[in-house]
């Protein structure tokens, strides 16, 4: 009778996972056939109107087109065929250099963009062709100043069909972190809170032991996601490091790691340095049916003497600390900083905030979050002894136990170096697996239709 009623929960969840993605997937279409059908039109610009960066962000699953300026710019955009281009006419603003040099941006693995020409194309228009690979449906909107940048017209281009982009993000699932695999493991020894990869390879979870004769094994999915990315760099070091490339480079290490141990496998929500809204980050994860979700990040504060690592989970009933407080919405900002269509909203997360099974993923992230603690304080010193908690927007997936962990101060001059240290990114990895080993030790996940063979 229990495993039935497991195996109905788990049909239960893996619909609840499609349901996501296809409500998502739906209002991105439904806000790309909105605008693709008629060119939009802005509100009347600034005159003076000028370009200060032109940035394209090319992913496996879209490509973004960012053009920052110092005033709101009117623009419409249309689409034609044969072959497949973009067209956007930009009022009142001329083809300076800064807009002209795109044309030299476009990387040649770009899925969706083969070339950009800019052009004066009457007086007082300024207009950007996009020379597309394949058809598409463009997104295009505005964001207002936030951060360090001012405001910005935003181009995502998607593909043109539902199925296709499903299979585009079902392939990213699939394929995030193949480099990872081409990256030395750690092999650190000896340090405190770390054990080496054969150490943990020879102590296999209490969920793949039953007995001498199980040839199969309960298959654990960790959904590993690295914090920030593309628009959004996270936050910036004292000697300029970005926070969204050090933990790009600690997920990596992570999922090599992960991937070692016989009944796991990892997945990266992100494997390059672009842009994911955070409601995507948990979609992914509960695309792939996590067992564990893991959001990485460097954290940063006001004054450079704050230093220590620490680990965060969910709170339903505000942050355990001020400083856990301050933290959360700093991270929460993400998706204004990286550039959220505020037109396509996904009804789902909203839904979740509710879902009873909230308070059961909340208590086991705050013991598998202990459990990453304690290893990591063997390798950092903590900057709270405990686990926080916060009102983290990544963190809300309700069926997925979540945590997410701030390896060190970016904005410590000193832990800035240690972060941008492969030695010491080895070790933070080590120390997270060495804790999610010890919390399945001792919880282990129940059982599910993925197995695989106990070597």
Known sequence: MLGATEGFL???????????GIVCLCGAAAASTAAHSAPAVVSAPDASAVVRAARLWPSPEYSRVTLELNAEVAYKYFSLK???????????????????????KVAPHDGYIGSIRVARNRPGVTRMVIELKTEVRPQVFTLKPMANYGHRLVIDLYPASLVAFEQQIETAIENAG???????APTTSGQ??????????SRP???AVKSNQQDFVRLINISIDAGHGGEDPGAIGANGSYEKHIT???????????DQQENMRAYLTRDGDYFLPLHERVNRARRVQADLFISVHADAFIK????????????????????????????????LIGGVNVGVKDVYLKHTLIDLSQTAQIS?????????????????????????????????????????????FISNPEEEKRLNDEAYQDKMANAIVTGIKRYFDRNPPLARSKVARNL
């Open 10 to 20: 788990n049909r239960v969840r893996w619909g609840l996972g499609v349901l996501a």
């Open 82 to 104: 044969n072959p497949e281009r973009l067209v956007i006419d930009l009022t009142g603003l001329e083809p300076e250099q800064a807009l002209v040099e795109i044309a030299d």
């Open 178 to 184: 193949k480099r990872a695999e081409n990256l030395k």
């Open 192 to 201: 405190a809170g770390s054990a080496p990869v054969a150490d943990l390879r």
């Open 205 to 207: 979870a209490q969920a």
């Open 248 to 258: 790009l480079s600690i997920a990596r290490r992570l999922k090599a790691l992960i």
């Open 304 to 335: 450079p003497h704050a230093r220590g690592s620490s680990v965060f989970a969910l709170s339903e009933k505000g942050a355990t600390s001020a400083a856990a407080k301050w933290l959360a919405k700093a991270e929460n900002d993400a998706d």
């Open 364 to 408: 086991d992230s705050l013991k598998v979050g202990k459990a990453v603690l304690d290893e990591i304080g063997g390798i950092n010193r903590l900057h709270k002894p405990r686990v926080e908690q916060a009102g983290f927007a990544v963190l809300k997936a309700p069926d997925i136990p979540s945590i997410l962990i701030e390896t060190a």
